[in-house]
């Protein structure tokens, strides 16, 4: 008999479903995030789950299980999320039951959470780029910098929080990152703060193109597009903060590198995504003269499933 999952990648904007039938992806789905509160959102969630199984010809009495990658604080045990500062309805601290909601919209289905970032890696680790490898990182460049480390074989935890490299100093006493600390990867690489960086160095009379695109395309957010359309354009701005970003990423991949000796990095997230394997090429140049081990880099990855990755991982999360 066909086993059907449907894997559920939540973000502050979009909301992505794969019906993943036998290991392969079967149909999808793309909602935009409700900025309503939790109660839109699981609806919203399960209109994607519905139509991404409706693309596969199969129905929620079909379905086995959902796998739902999430940001924010994410209790895997209680199925419980928390302080989501992107996601309308669950930014507080105190813990909202998804799993329980989103099961309830989805034929009272059995629904595993965790940490979307984790989801994208275990999506990539397990189907995608990273299949050849047991020891890999890796490294999501998006609004923020999120990360996950597979470690002989197994997706590594830690004591709960391992993997956030984009929370690794780079620079002490460097450019103030998204937690208010300062000198972190996330601060040169996360998009949120390559936005507030241009945003000052306009103030303080920087010419660049990239906010006139931003009002052109009646956005008001710096997207990932924005940056690359302004790269192409020659953008002198837009050069300097991906060349820092370039920079940074390249300190704190040769770091754990150093440290862990793994056979592969793949570079993720948005911004990653869209400015693909060029990027990553930079990010690999850039961190050769750091490594200890020189002749024996890992092998620099673009992630298999794009931005599908996420609701890829969250299909094999379901699976598990
Ligand atoms: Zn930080």
Not at 253 to 277: M, Y
Request: aromatic residues 4%.
């Amino acid at each position: 008999m066909d086993v059907i999952t449907v894997g559920v990648d939540i973000g502050g904007t979009k909301i992505q479903a794969a019906a993943v039938r036998n290991g392969s992806v079967a149909g999808s789905h793309r909602v935009s995030t409700p900025q309503t509160g939790a109660n839109d959102l699981v609806a919203a969630v399960g209109d994607a789950i519905t139509k991404s199984l409706a693309e596969t010809g199969a129905d929620v009495e079909d379905l086995s299980a959902i796998g739902i990658g999430v940001p924010g604080a994410v209790d895997t045990a209680a199925g419980t999320v928390s302080n989501s500062p992107n996601l309308p309805g669950f930014q507080g601290a105190d813990p909202i039951p998804l799993a329980k909601m989103v099961s309830a919209v989805a034929g009272d289905v059995a629904v595993k959470l965790d940490n979307d970032v984790r989801v994208a890696i275990l999506g990539e680790w397990k189907r995608g780029a990273g299949r050849p490898y047991r020891n890999l990182l890796g490294v999501w460049v998006g609004t923020g910098v999120g990360g996950g480390l597979v470690l002989n074989g197994e997706l590594y935890g830690g004591t709960g929080a391992a993997g956030e490299i984009g929370h690794t100093n780079i620079k002490p006493g460097g450019r103030v990152c998204s937690d208010g600390r300062k000198g972190h990867l996330e601060a040169y690489a996360g998009r949120g703060r390559i936005e507030a960086e241009a945003r000052e160095r306009v103030k303080d009379g920087q010419k660049t193109i990239l906010f006139e695109l931003m009002e052109k395309k009646g956005r008001t957010r710096l997207s990932s597009g924005i940056i690359a359309t302004a790269l192409e354009r020659g953008d002198k701005l837009a050069e300097e903060l991906i060349d820092d970003a370039v920079w940074a990423l390249g300190v704190a991949c040769a770091s754990v590198q150093n440290l862990l000796a793994l056979e592969a990095i793949i570079i993720g997230g948005g911004l990653g995504d869209r400015l693909g394997e060029p990027f990553v090429d930079r990010v690999a140049r850039q961190m050769r003269p750091q490594l200890f081990v020189p002749e024996a880099p890992p092998v620099m990855l673009t992630p298999a499933f794009g931005d599908l990755s996420g609701a890829v991982g969250g299909a094999v999360l379901a699976e598990s």
